[in-house]
């Protein structure tokens, strides 16, 4: 089972008078990487949130938003009146330089803007807090289930890009054997040419064929190639969740034997489907950095 590291997760519901809206989106990251907005209310609980988030959705770029709205109830606020000023000495510089009249409509807008209004409360109590934080699982199991639902369609894709890798060793595996009759009928033939049939040692030329054969001998990369492809169908059955870092080390070594398969082959048949392979082992890397 595989997750991907994108997803949406939203949760909305109430604790106690307020009532909690959580909006909380994934992207690809290499490490666990939170851009965490809150209201002033849940400040005092920001470790604590963050904590839970990292536990959760263990890595990827995470940016969670938490919005506030009062039921009624307690009802009071309080009115930063400096951020008010903050934001309203501004405003009137602008239109004393430019001759215009400030609305008197323009307090309503002032009260609208980040922190003016605040709830009267410094910090959520025991049981409001505990109701919030089961908001905010809500929201990060939504976001799981979807990043569960990609994952789904990553294993199926990563799945087909192995199998068309193993495929093509196979075909390679097929041709190997003709390749090195090939080579020592193409090596006898120059011999020959050169300084004719009778003119060296046969048993001599078997020595060194066998030599040079055994140095280009693609076999041994081949075995190790079908060996890290299991290695990596197997992976994506392990029940772990984050596995992304491990099945793109395993695509390096993947990567590593096809490069010398092709550096060794010295044939146009089997540089064919080493391309091929390579073809495939690029789009799994790229399929690989979406894996939580």
Do not use: W
Not at 122 to 143: V, W
Not at 246 to 265: D, M, P, Y
């Amino acid at each position: 089972m595989l997750k991907s590291m994108t997803g949406f997760g939203r949760a909305e519901e109430a604790a106690g008078n307020k009532t909690f809206l959580i909006e909380i989106k994934s992207l690809n990251g290499k490490q666990f990487d939170l851009n965490l907005k809150l209201t002033p209310l849940l400040r005092p609980s920001e470790f604590a949130i963050r904590s839970q988030l990292s536990e959760h959705l263990l890595r990827g770029t995470i940016e969670c938003t938490v919005s506030l709205k009062e039921n009624g109830g307690s009802g009071a606020v309080t009115i930063n009146k400096q951020m008010a000023k903050a934001y309203f000495q501004p405003l009137k510089e602008v239109a004393d330089d430019l001759n215009l009249q400030l609305s008197e409509y323009i307090l309503g807008a002032l009260l609208r803007l980040p922190d003016v209004v605040t709830p009267n409360s410094d910090s959520l109590n025991e049981e409001e807090l505990k109701q919030f934080m089961s908001i905010l699982q809500n929201a990060i199991n939504a976001l799981n289930k979807h990043r569960t639902l990609e994952g789904d369609a990553l294993e199926i894709d990563l799945i087909e890009r192995i199998n068309n890798i193993v495929a093509y060793q196979e075909k390679i595996s097929e041709l190997e054997p003709l390749r090195q009759h090939r080579m020592k009928d193409e090596l006898r033939k120059k011999l020959e040419e050169q300084v004719g049939k009778e003119n060296y040692d046969s048993n001599r030329l078997e020595q060194e064929m066998i030599y040079y054969i055994e140095k280009i001998d693609i076999s041994e990369e081949q075995v190790r190639l079908r060996n890290h492809c299991d290695y990596f169908l197997s992976i994506l059955k392990e029940a772990e969740e984050s596995k992304g870092k491990k099945l793109s080390f395993v695509l390096q070594e993947i990567g590593r034997e096809i490069n010398t398969t092709g550096a060794k082959a010295y044939d146009a048949a089997i540089q064919k489907f080493v391309v091929l392979m390579k073809d495939e082992l690029e789009k799994a890397k790229e399929q690989v950095l979406n894996v939580l």
